[in-house]
Nanobody, 126 residues
Framework: QVQLVESGGGLVQAGGSLRLSCAAS?????????MGWFRQAPGKEREFVAG????????NYADSVKGRFSISRDNAKKTAYLQMLSLKPEDTAVYYC??????????????????WGQGTQVTVSS
């Protein structure tokens, strides 16, 4: 099991940017995990935003964020980042990071992840 803590959310105007952080802790080595970013807007289902596998270079993005969002990571700090550019009002949601033990690939559905952070609110005003 891994513990996840998100930070970096806030209120931003359309066209602005934010960077979310997801810090992982626990006894397990994160290199054994895949990590994903999800978001959930009021009245909507939780949806996949982006994800990567610590042990490989595979990164997946949802079509709605391709070209605007990017993932990076700091292995020493066990921290993943979601850089969000050109934000739109429809990006408004609670953003969660999630983790699952997996050596290969990046799961795209929330049911495939075992560990979740508490979420951080992102609000984009028009």
């Amino acid at each position: 099991q891994v513990q996840l803590v998100e930070s970096g959310g806030g209120l931003v105007q359309a066209g602005g940017s934010l960077r979310l952080s997801c810090a992982a802790s626990g006894r397990t080595e994160v290199s054994s995990y895949a990590m994903g970013w999800f978001r959930q807007a009021p009245g909507k289902e939780r949806e996949f935003v982006a994800g990567f596998n610590w042990s490989g270079g595979r990164i997946n993005y949802a079509d709605s964020v391709k070209g605007r969002f990017s993932i990076s990571r700091d292995n020493a700090k066990k921290t993943a980042y979601l850089q969000m550019l050109s934000l739109k009002p429809e990006d408004t949601a609670v953003y969660y990071c999630a983790a699952v033990r997996r050596q290969v690939g990046v799961p795209l559905t929330s049911n495939d992840y075992d560990d979740w952070g508490q979420g951080t609110q992102v609000t984009v005003s028009s």
